[in-house]
């Protein structure tokens, strides 16, 4: 029996080649969740990539996977990818990536990557990048590998505590975030911006809606701050500045940003400007 109208499709625990036989029936599949399926199988999909060429929407997220394999390149008209919590660190295990670029969402979180790959550079479309929780123990200083992802309206670029941990200290991060003139969500942690510019690029991302930068260390808070005038969402948990911060930072830089709803200081050494959004 042929589902020929199926668009959805969310099996669970799969075995053996019950996928390929799922598949052969429901031609017209756009959206297929394998989440969870724990296989480590690289080869999930194999031979059944050819008959899901209409694809927009995969989720491969929690299945052991250690690369992709070269087939899932057919897939051209996906635009939302989630490989996240798998095993993947190597770059050329990423490389069928480029051949996807239709893709908006990427989301690579919870594996083990230590550069941003280079193949992301193909994926123009992009507009939510996603490679939080791995172990970014270095970060181009350019940024080389995304800046042609201009489009981009989240970026989500935090290491783990794991990470902080095997560096002893904060990971430095050189970067020139005013490439990205579209961004929106800004997310970062465990960075160390004392000694580099990269604060001073965030500053110019006037259309930051959400900034996160947690667990890290800053030299201060300058009166270029208030410029984030549409911010909403502002997290600061653990993150300490180097010129502790006095009530008097408040009134020259923080009571600009009125459309805030949402602050989190907590951990920090940022009390004093904390106490003052609370009046």
């Keep these: ?10 099996p669970s625990d799969i075995v053996g080649n019950s996928l390929q036989l799922i598949v052969n029936h429901c031609p017209a599949l756009t959206h297929l969740d394998l989440r969870e399926n724990n296989s480590g199988d690289t ?11 209409n694809l927009t929407f995969l989720n491969l997220s929690w299945n052991h996977m250690r690369e992709l394999s070269p087939q899932i390149s057919v897939l051209t008209k996906l635009t939302y990818l989630d490989l996240s919590d798998n095993l993947l660190n190597e770059p050329d295990s990423l490389k069928p990536l480029s051949s996807l670029t239709n893709l908006r969402s990427l989301d690579l979180r919870e594996n083990f990557i230590e550069k941003l790959p280079s193949q992301i550079s193909a994926l123009v479309g992009l507009t939510n990048l996603n490679l939080g929780r791995n172990i970014l123990m270095y970060v181009d200083p350019s940024l080389s590998n995304v800046t042609k992802l201009t489009n981009l309206q989240t970026l ?27 961004l929106t969500e800004l997310y970062l942690s465990y960075y160390d911006f004392i000694g580099t510019s990269s604060l001073d690029t965030i500053l110019k991302l006037s259309n ?32 300490d500045s180097k010129d502790k911060p ?23 050494n940022l009390k004093e400007i904390y106490s003052r959004f609370c009046w």
Excluded: H
């Excluded at 890290?216 to 653990?238: A, Q, T, V, Y």
């Design 208 to 239: 930051l809606l959400t900034l996160s930068i947690v667990n890290s260390n800053i030299n201060s808070f300058p009166p270029e701050f208030g410029n984030f005038i549409k911010l909403k969402r502002l997290d600061l948990r653990g993150t």
């Design 1 to 10: 029996m042929a589902f020929t109208k199926l668009k959805i499709l969310i």
């Design 156 to 182: 989500n670029l935090e290491n783990s505590a794991t990470t902080a941990k095997i560096k002893s200290i904060n990971i430095q991060l050189s970067s020139d975030f005013s490439k990205f003139p579209s």
């Design 246 to 268: 006095s009530a008097n930072v408040f009134n020259k830089v923080f009571y600009k940003l009125i459309e805030l709803k949402e602050v989190n200081m907590d951990k920090s």
């Design 43 to 53: 080869n999930l999909l194999e031979p059944s990539y050819e008959k899901l060429i």
